[in-house]
């Protein structure tokens, strides 16, 4: 998490789901920057962006233009109490609810409809992009990936110690760092050690 405008952030979390915003009313202002470009920065790569608007006229969803910003979500407080929804969105993105454009929630389910909202439209979004993979899919791959590399790195150093071996010395995990130029054996080792065995 980038920590340069704030250090924390509104989250939710849930047994199937995890959600952190960006609350641009608590990020810090910069007084020289007319534009405040750190705040956009952040709230630009959001996919979807929820709004609260108290003014009379209609939320202009051009307000922070990117290529993200797939969804808004704006809402208005009404006088009785009820909260007017009002839904904007990018025409590939198809129809997601639970919240609709036009609805009127009360103040005690208006959380929850927003939260699953954005669950929803996100899902919507990343779903359609290329090389999409469901999460325990994508979880088994990193997994894969990692025990690849674990088992990679016991043959490098089962195959750097037999090299010592060889040559009649008991090597540690200094010197074959220092044999391959690495500052130390650590997470780094592998890549440095594959790259200096391709190259050799």
Request: with cysteine.
């Amino acid at each position: 998490m980038d920590c340069s405008m704030a250090h924390t952030a509104p989250y939710f979390g849930h047994y199937s789901f995890e959600l952190l915003f960006h609350d641009i009313t608590n990020m810090p202002t910069e007084a020289k920057d007319e534009q405040q470009v750190n705040k956009k920065r952040h709230v630009g790569n959001d996919m979807v962006h929820i709004v609260w608007s108290e003014h009379t006229r209609d939320y202009e969803p051009t307000t922070i233009v990117s290529q993200f910003n797939d969804a808004h979500i704006v809402i208005y407080p009404r006088e009785d109490g009820l909260f007017r929804i009002q839904i904007f969105k990018k025409g590939r993105i198809g129809l997601f609810g639970p919240l609709q454009d036009g609805a009127v929630v009360p103040k005690r389910l208006l959380s929850i409809l927003v939260r699953q909202s954005v669950v929803h439209v996100n899902r919507l979004v990343r779903t359609s992009q290329p090389g999409y993979a469901p999460p325990f899919t994508a979880r088994r791959r990193y997994i894969e990936v990692w025990c690849l590399v674990c088992c990679a790195r016991c043959i490098v150093w089962v195959l750097g110690v037999v090299e010592t071996v060889l040559h009649g010395a008991q090597p540690t995990k200094q010197e074959i760092a220092e044999k391959f130029a690495v500052d130390k054996f650590d997470d780094s080792f592998l890549g440095t050690l594959l790259h200096g065995w391709i190259r050799g």
